[in-house]
């Protein structure tokens, strides 16, 4: 085995092996026996749509879906609605799934977006309704995309309003032309904020809490850019709880003030009492963010 790998050897960039071509069976000898000698934890499979034929790259798949494996990739070329959707099919939802081939923008699969992990080159088939379904999602990708920041705006706030978790981190480019509108992307959201390094941080606490573990949310930009990173986090096992408490002391003190501002005069003094005493926990405790 090791002759046979010697003499199939061509070169090394960047920890990645180069081997001349090998048959199917050769290429499965050669994972097989590397398994035997090296413990890795991950597996992703990258197959080269523009490189492969049709015939060949479905039998690779069909291969690989025999092993374990924790991301499968497709890189290059164009699939076809059909074979996009048999692709989907056959994928197990625990995977990371990653097509950086072209995808018609009529396309549209139940499972595009059940995966553990999704990326898309081409995104602009997907709408709004596709994000909102998204549930227990480790990490979404999508760079080219038909949306704005209206559209990103709809998202945080059904995000806000979700009783269940959606996603760790969420990466969207705004469609073509679309220039960054923070107050657009925040309205009607209760929010803190401040720069650092050229990028705006945002930090939100959902609404409805419902049965959430990941209550604190950053929205990530450079307004120069059309790229908007949204990430989220459990304060009580990953970091957050500072923004946490300053979130929550914020909302109350929102909801103190809806209440002052809708009660007659003769109700408003507990509210107003109240509303004293959020403000000066809230001046104790912020010392970073624009609220």
């Known amino acids: 085995m090791a002759q046979s790998i010697h003499c199939r050897y061509q070169k090394e960039i960047d920890d990645d092996m180069y ?15 590397l398994s035997q000698l090296f413990s890795c934890p991950f597996h992703n499979w990258i197959l080269r749509l523009d490189e492969l034929k049709f015939k060949l790259f479905w039998e690779y798949t069909e291969r690989i879906l025999t092993l374990e494996f924790n991301r499968f990739t497709v890189r290059g070329g164009e699939m ?12 197990p939802e625990n995977a990371s799934f990653v097509i950086d081939s072209d995808i018609s923008l009529d396309y549209s699969h139940a499972k595009a977006l059940k995966f553990r992990s999704v990326e898309y080159e081409e995104a602009r088939w997907l709408k709004l309704e596709n994000l909102f379904s998204i549930r227990n999602s480790f990490i979404s990708k999508f760079w080219k995309t038909n949306f704005d920041c209206s559209d990103v705006n ?14 760790e981190e969420l990466t969207i480019t705004l469609k073509e032309g679309t220039q960054i509108d923070e107050q657009e992307l925040i309205k009607n959201l209760i929010v803190i904020y401040h720069n650092t390094d050229g990028y705006t941080r945002i930090f939100i606490k959902p609404r409805n809490m419902g049965n959430r573990k990941y209550v604190v949310a950053e929205l990530r930009f450079r307004e120069e850019e059309k790229e908007i990173k949204f990430l989220t986090w459990d304060p009580f096992t990953q970091g957050g709880l500072y923004e946490y408490l300053v979130l929550k002391l914020v909302h109350k003190k929102r909801e103190c003030e809806e209440k002052i501002r809708i009660l007659r005069a003769a109700e408003r003094w507990k509210f107003q ?18 609220i």
């Open 19 to 33: 081997f001349t071509y090998v048959s199917l069976e050769e290429m499965f000898s050669i994972y097989s026996s």
């Open 80 to 91: 076809s609605n059909k074979s996009l959707a048999k692709l989907m099919d056959k994928i």
């Open 154 to 167: 709809k998202f945080l706030n059904y995000w806000s309003d979700c009783d269940k978790d959606m996603m």
């Open 273 to 290: 009492l109240e509303l004293e005493e959020l403000e000066r926990k809230l001046a104790a405790l912020n010392r970073t963010f624009v």
